[in-house]
């Protein structure tokens, strides 16, 4: 079949099917561009519990910008700031804030994931190009996504250095105690409103994503504030990737708030999975992370909604933690508040009982919750 043919037959297929154009092996790393790459370091190393494992910056040569990567499980964080104002770097931070610039895959072939890619109506950022160094080579290409996000993806089966050529191996002065998140469960992007199904249709067919989930407004409303999602993931089922776009509401939705802050799409919200999310939230409570809290009611209704499950609900109540059932299984969750001064980017924890959901049965008390903090900010 020609390449044409094949996109064609690609446009075809409905969007709940997968393709093999492209094999994502795994998330490889998501970049932030931040203020201060130093200090938001700091705060995901002593706050989350992440490693510093690698460093780039004016010491290894580096004189435009500054990376300190850390990792937790599979789970590795970049964040890079500029040394000068004139730089991408500096003029995506002016725009957005601190942010996720990079969403990262793991591939065994990057010349072919870009043209994959890009032969289907992906956006070519940079073709594919190799660093090396004396630990070896990464091979990586680079498309747009929503915003001015970006995936990029890496091949790394050749190299054994501490992340890239570039970056020096890097030990902290004081320890880590990590809290046991293991991966990324998924990545959810904000778009703009009449936006989502474009971004859809973009990661079915440049992406070979199917969709797995979908949840409309009424699914998704409160009194106030709505949204729509549709949730993609690709072939293997190890990359999750939500779309939201806002929906009418009778005031804001916060996901126009983030739209408002983060001017424009981006990455809302990391979802990380742990074994051990009491615990987890236990500890990050203790080191001042910042979580919503839902309703007091909310845990009254609890027991009669999700029925038995394996943990005690007063623990669960006294941490504020969700809990949503479905026909596979149950799982348990938690949001925090936005991790940097403007109300864009979050995190979740996940646990996974079996449940493959993402918690809709939570989105009410939990919109309802994310109100009262939006209204705080006189943005509701
Ligand atoms: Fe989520």
Request: aromatic share 10%; with cysteine.
């Amino acid at each position: 079949m020609t390449i044409e043919a094949e996109v064609r037959a690609e446009q075809d297929r409905p969007i709940t099917a997968e393709a093999d154009f492209l094999t994502l092996k795994d998330v490889d790393h998501i970049e932030f561009y931040v203020g201060n790459a130093y200090q938001a370091a700091f705060f995901w190393q002593h706050g989350f519990g992440f490693e510093p494992v690698a460093y780039s910056g004016l010491e290894t040569g580096n004189r435009e910008t500054c990376s300190y990567v850390l990792q937790q499980g599979k789970i590795r964080f970049v964040f890079t700031s500029s040394y000068k104002p004139d730089s991408a770097v500096a003029a995506h931070q002016l725009i957005h804030g601190d942010g996720v610039k990079v969403m990262a895959f793991q591939v065994d072939d990057a010349e072919q994931a870009h043209s994959a890619t890009t032969t289907r109506g992906g956006q070519s950022v940079a073709p594919p190009f190799e660093r090396r160094d004396e630990h070896g080579v990464v091979r990586m290409s680079t498309i747009a996504t929503f915003g001015d996000t970006v995936h990029t993806f890496v091949d790394r089966s050749d190299y054994a250095g501490a992340f890239l050529p570039g970056y020096k191996a890097y030990t902290s002065l004081a320890p880590t105690k990590p809290v046991g998140l293991a991966h990324v469960d998924h990545v959810v992007g904000n778009v703009q409103l009449g936006k989502m199904n474009h971004w859809v249709k973009w990661y079915h067919h440049v992406m070979g994503f199917r969709m797995l989930q979908h949840f409309d407004d009424e699914a998704i409303s409160t009194e106030y504030s709505a949204l729509m999602s549709k949730v993609m993931q690709n072939g293997t089922g190890r990359i999750k990737m939500p779309i939201n776009e806002p929906a009418e509401g009778r005031k804001k939705s916060q996901i126009e708030e983030y739209l408002d802050f983060y001017r424009g799409p981006g990455v809302q919200h990391i979802a990380m999975s742990t074994g051990d999310i009491l615990g987890a939230v236990r500890e990050l409570r203790s080191r001042g992370i910042r979580f919503l809290r839902v309703p007091d009611s909310y845990y009254d209704l609890l027991p009669e909604r999700v029925g038995k499950i394996d943990e005690d609900l007063a623990l669960i109540r006294e941490l504020g933690i969700l809990v949503d059932r479905d026909e596979e299984g149950y799982l348990l969750q938690i949001f925090s508040q936005p991790l940097q001064d403007r109300p864009t980017l979050f995190i979740e924890l996940i646990e996974r009982h079996g449940s493959r959901g993402f918690g809709i049965g939570n989105f009410k008390a939990l919109f309802e919750s994310i109100e009262v903090e939006q209204s705080k900010r006189g943005n509701l």
